[in-house]
């Protein structure tokens, strides 16, 4: 029970109190390159849910299996994007071939799922971050850290298509059009999601 | 092929921070203050000079299907020896940075002129290119930094420059998250004017 | 197949130079790295409780593996002055760890934050100058935040920051008080010399 309880600490820590977008500045590329249209960030935001979940469990089982009983931790960045690298590989495969529409709509976006700060972000976060009582995450943890913290990806993405559809009524100075009032916006999400900081848990 | 117009394109032309958007990630983590950045913008020229000038000489033989992932191979293994002799000689830079030195791999810049143009073009442009880019962000993160540092501290690279009376408090806003938006979105709308008129 | 075959070959090649060189490297920066850490704490230990030599470092609970573990601080003639050890505590954004210098009242005589992370001009003011002092002379009831309570004046604006390095230095005091006061006493040599009753 007090398992489940630690948990929801983790999914509202990594949602909304160290959220990847707006807290600790992961996932950006995409996060204002793919947030025009509700659809497409849709996709995306499943999409990377996945890799992300799935790549905290396959560089885990790397890092801890392979890498530190042998010593070579500093091979962690090539073997940790290199597994990156192969998981979206296959994950474009599979949506190919199961989901031809989403893998038009997605289009370069899925392989650039391989360069997103926040997929390896995760991945290199699992060994750094730890409980508050401190000890380091096991499988399980870092699976679930990279569920969350992909849950609060989309989630923020989500928020930002939803704004940003509305932008194409509204007539933005020339300027700010297109990236600068994308940042502006996301600024302003950032200011209100600090005030999660004080959440209490 | 002019190799000094394929150096400064990047400074303004085609500088990677404000024209192309790539890097995002870093630019807004790592410019709270002039020493961090100026330390992120030369770990990143490194790597991507030094990937770049490898990319170039072994595009003969590496497969074309392979190729992102042996640009990605060539990518980490520089951005490790960043990582270890930083670990070694600048340990409080090290730790500033942080988790952002690996994160260097995935800094679009990089890969993204391994395949734009290290991957098309011969030796000494590939060099020239990383440079130009390298310095050109470097530059964008270097003008983002003084701003944030200035206006949220009151200082510029640890030195206090504000009056006292700024420093006891300051807009703290500039250098934390919402700050690194609001002022990467104003200094793109600034390029943005600035170029139309150029 | 063979097409499959021959591109793994080549991206394995790649793969094993790149390792090579990484390897290499590895063994030029791997002991300055360890030296750097060790020179960190080294020079905290002596700012937080100087002219001293150190015992240790002994382990609190030697069952455990990520045990505390602290030195004895003793003067010229071998009296103990205090204990060092370093909190260790999950801030903010970061794992915040503070070297702290104990007497043998168990009461703080000096500390340090030698590792953090936490928000610039918020939590990060923790390794400013004007944080340490408000630890002197507190012992381990004492170490509470004020604002549940206890002597701690916490940061402004950054609470869980003073909170969670309050914390963490009142858990590890605690751990040090029970490892020493089960420990049989560390007699200096002198000591040792009398009491078995004249020559050896």
Redo the contacts between chains.
Sequence with gaps: MEYLGNIFIMAISAILIQNFILARFLGLCPFLGVSTKMDSAFGMGMAVIFVMTLASSLTYLINVYLLIPNDIQYLSTIAFILAIAALVQFVEMVIKKNAPALYKSLGIYLPLITTNCAVLGVALLNFIDKWPNGKSYNFLDSTLNGFFSGIGFTFVLLLMAGIRERYEFIETPKSMRGFPIALVTAGCMALAFMGFAGLKL | MNLLKEFTKGFVKENPTFVLVLGMCPTLATTTSLKNALGMGIAATFVLVCSNMIISLIKNVTPSNIRIPIYVVVIAAFVSIVDMAMAAYTPPLYKALGIFIPLIVVNCIILGRAEAFAGKYGFFPSAADGLGMGLGFTLALSVISTIRELLGTGQIYGMDVLPKSYIASPMLAAVLVPGAFFTLGFLMALVKILRKEV | MKEIL??GI??FL??AI??G???F??KM?KD??AE?KKK?EADARKEVLPNVTFDGPFTADAGKP?SLQYFIGKDQKGAIVGYTFIA???G??S?VRTMVAADQAFQILKIKVI?Q?E????GANSSKDNFPPRFEKMGISDLVVDKDGGKIKSITGST?TTRAITKSIRNALTVLKGAVETTPKQVAPTEKLVASGGSL
């Design positions: 021959k591109l080549i991206l790649f793969c790149g390792s060189v990484l390897a490297v590895n920066t300055k790295i750097n960190t990520d260790s505590g999950r903010y954004s794992t590792d992370n928000t610039p001009g918020l869980i």
